[in-house]
């Protein structure tokens, strides 16, 4: 009964800072683990890092010149990823503030899905190629920013835009749930 007067009381009370006005259309949005920063981007390419110690400082930002895909803290908050419609991974070092050069997917027109492997540096990506049509599902290592493994290829009729939109990892890493579009 405490706790669940504390969570409604907790989902009553008001805001008290609203992270940016004008901060375009964003479409994914993501807390670190540790809950030190919070990381938003979207349509403009921007991505957005508020420390939550100071959530009214203006907020670090990182530009890629592609639309935003989808961000991810790794599970142990020292790292945020994000892809963009390039077909680029990219990572930045909550830790440090740095940022390591983007690097392409091989063999991919576009990285339409990413995850963290739990507890890993590891990300598993969906990607997707136009011509032929093919999605595949890869493991991505982050310190070497390379390819270690393929775990399924998806081909697709010709002039079919089927593809992975949302990857969901099994918190032992063993299990991958995928939704399709198109």
């Known amino acids: 009964p405490e706790a669940r007067r504390a969570l409604y009381e907790s989902l009553h009370e008001p805001v008290p800072y609203v992270l940016g006005e004008e901060l375009g259309q964003v479409r994914f949005i993501d807390y670190s683990a540790d809950g030190r920063h919070i990381a938003a981007g979207g349509a403009d390419g921007t991505i957005r890092v508020w420390r939550t110690d100071a959530p009214a400082a203006e907020p670090s930002r990182l530009q890629t010149d592609a639309r935003v895909m989808g961000l991810q803290f790794s599970p142990d908050g020292r790292r945020l990823m994000w892809h963009d419609t390039a077909g680029r991974v990219h990572l930045w070092d909550a830790l440090a503030g740095t940022r390591r050069n983007a690097k392409p997917v091989p063999d991919a027109s576009a990285a339409m899905a990413v995850t963290w492997l739990p507890g890993s540096r590891r990300l598993v990506l969906a990607t997707w190629r136009m011509e032929p049509s093919v999605a595949r599902i890869v493991v991505w290592d982050a310190d070497s920013q390379a390819?270690?493994?393929?775990?399924?290829?998806?081909?697709s009729p010709p002039n079919s835009l089927a593809y992975?939109?949302?990857l969901a990892v099994s918190p032992g890493g063993s299990r991958l749930a995928m939704t399709r579009g198109g």
């Open 147 to 155: 390819q270690v493994g393929e775990a399924i290829v998806l081909e």
């Open 164 to 166: 992975a939109q949302k």
